[in-house]
């Protein structure tokens, strides 16, 4: 890693930035805009079942995609898997290590051990499930064969930096630095078990905690009366975002060694832009550790959809939470995403309705994003239209501008809401 001299501070390294990615086009925005590290799941054993995730087969292109990029790929198997579910593990397990992944996450102890037996030289990391909130702890995942702790979120940076202080050095610290929060401690939740019976720590969470909720009185149990006065109810467990793109050197002083991105269930879209953002904020930190973050990289993280954003725990104070709504903010929408070029023309695949003349931020990495104007558009048959209202449907664009394969271009939209 390249080192970083902090004022006042021994140097320190930059961190490893690791992107989530839940299907492959998702893996693929995650190396293209400049992850050094992906994290993602087989068809079972990770704790987000709802993306389309990886078979054998896949997982096993997956390694190879990142390997030849110089990125390094973690598979999560930090599920708490029933007795039933065991007996394919070790198969499992054993394939992880047979296409070369770089390091398993894992939050059960019975899992830790049978990766130890059946993928041995893989990197052990122990999930944030887990719990992890001392040095006592840290040392002990260690003993058991763990090059690596993933910190409970409920940390702050002091307790951080105490935990690194006495720990070995060869035990890396990952945190995460951007995404969903979870209301219970370190994602460990029942609620959902017992209001939808999907199990939120076998990756089915229904996320009840973004409900809308009313008091009811026992003598009455027909009238809901709201916990708020607007008439609206109450949404009493809905954590709002972490975001500490702000806050990088921080975190690193520290001593955490990889920051996460939450969000395996999230668009290829919001991975991109997500990673795309946190990547040049270490960039930058890199060469000015003492200045603020660029204006243009953090409104980065407003062109997502995204809750409410705080910092966490990390600087002792409660992560905050919006009672009155759990709608996402999504100030931006892609419009297209680029194939490539054919000639002078540039090939663009309708993801949302557009019209020609309209304005478009265009996102592609290692550029700063930079506006222009959707005109001479063509459909398929080169015939001239003057908008793309169907998904998916192939539009050709005139321009000489140098648009890059697999850029998103996405238009502002005014700040629309949408439910979670």
Known sequence: MEEICVKNEQPVNKPELLAPAGDMERLEAAVRYGADAVYLAGK???????PGNFSNEELAQAVELCHRQGVRLYVTCN??????????????????????VDGLIISDLGVLALAREFAPGVELHV???????????????????????????????EEIREIRRNTPPQL??????????CVSFSGRCLLSNYMANRDANRGQCAQPCRWEYFLTEKERPDQHFPIIESGKGTYILNSNDLRMIQHIPAMMKAGITSLKIEGRAKSAYYVAAVTGAYRQAIDFF????????PLEILEETEKISHRAYSTGFYFGEEPGQTPDRSQYTRNYEVVALCEGRSGDYIRLRERN?????????????GTPPFTAKLD?????????IQSAPHAEM???????LPVQPGAYLRVKRGGSEMKS
């Open 353 to 365: 309705r557009f019209f020609a003349g309209t304005e478009a931020d265009i996102l592609q990495p």
């Open 394 to 400: 192939l539009v050709y664009w005139k321009t000489d």
């Open 79 to 100: 599920t708490l898997p029933r007795n039933q579910e065991l007996a394919a593990l070790p198969g499992f397990l054993a394939h992880c290590a047979q296409v070369g």
């Open 376 to 384: 001479q558009l063509f459909n398929g048959d080169w015939e001239p």
């Open 127 to 157: 999930s944030t499930q887990t719990g992890i909130v001392n040095y006592a702890a840290a040392k002990a995942c260690l003993d058991l064969g763990a090059s690596r702790v993933v910190l409970a979120r409920e940390l702050s940076l």
């Open 286 to 293: 890199g060469e000015h550790p003492e200045e603020p973050l």
């Open 172 to 181: 890396a610290l990952e945190a995460f630095a951007h995404g969903s929060m």
């Open 44 to 50: 079972e054993y990770g704790m987000r079942a709802a």
